[in-house]
């Protein structure tokens, strides 16, 4: 079945630092591949999607491309804030529809 | 106007009790989720229901039941409570069916179970 792999987190950065989470999936066909976000004490929420090879997503400043040679969803940002300190999910949809979730990264953005 | 909520926000109870949570969404989707979310924050599919019919029924429990009354709630009724339950339990809904490749789940607030 589908799967997705996760960079182990927490990720612990300064403010204004590069941002990499890594995220590989192994999964049949063609799959549709997202990035969720939870910031504390909140349920998950959508931040980008890629539907197709070389399609890259993006939202605030984040972004992942489908890299179908290499099945990885990377998600990286160029100057992260305080802000962005939350839990990122990495998450690939199968052909049933169903959204199989990474583990989860911790991202700590210091002042 | 949230979009999906779930009550209750908190729930302690005692092994061996009998619980309830509650889920409703505003969004008119058709299809609704329920997910556990353990300590290390890992996600897993527990059941999902379209126009309140059950389409996803994983490797859970039969202590676990789904009910939903109509397409806009899913409530989750587990039984005989036990220790290793204790978790954020994530209700989600989406909009399905209609050729899309896929559609994005909005996420309720969470429920987070102890069993003591």
């Known amino acids: 079945g589908n799967s997705v792999t996760q960079m182990e987190g927490p990720v612990t950065l300064s403010e204004e630092a590069f941002l990499t989470i890594n995220c590989t999936y192994t999964?049949?066909?063609?799959?549709?591949l997202f990035w969720y976000v939870q910031y504390p004490g909140e349920g998950l929420q959508l931040l980008l999607k890629?539907?197709?090879?070389?399609d890259k997503g993006s939202n605030k400043g984040f972004e992942a491309t489908y890299r179908k040679e290499t099945t990885s969803f990377h998600l990286e940002k160029g100057s992260v804030q305080v802000s962005d300190s939350a839990v990122y999910f990495c998450?690939?949809?199968?052909?049933?529809?169903?959204?199989?979730f990474g583990s989860g990264t911790r991202l700590l953005v210091r002042p | 106007d949230t979009a999906v909520s779930q009550t209750p926000k908190y729930l302690v109870t005692q092994m061996g009790n009998d619980k309830s949570i509650k889920c409703e969404q505003n969004?008119?989707?058709?299809?609704m989720y329920w997910y556990k979310q353990d300590s290390k924050k890992f996600l897993k599919i527990m059941f999902s229901?379209?126009?309140?019919?059950?389409?996803i029924n994983e490797t859970v429990p039969n202590r676990f039941s789904p009910k939903s009354p109509d397409k806009a709630h899913l409530n989750l009724h587990i039984n005989s409570l036990e220790l290793g339950d204790s978790a954020v339990y994530f209700c989600?809904?989406?909009?399905?069916?209609?050729?899309?490749?896929?559609?994005?789940?909005?996420f309720g607030n969470g429920t987070r179970l102890t069993v003591t």
């Open positions: 999964a049949t066909g063609y799959p549709s």
């Open positions: 969004l008119g989707h058709d299809t």
């Open positions: 989600a809904s989406s909009q399905e069916g209609q050729g899309v490749r896929y559609s994005p789940l909005h």
């Open positions: 890629a539907t197709k090879a070389d």
């Open positions: 229901y379209n126009n309140k019919e059950l389409i």
């Open positions: 998450a690939v949809m199968d052909s049933s529809y169903k959204l199989i």
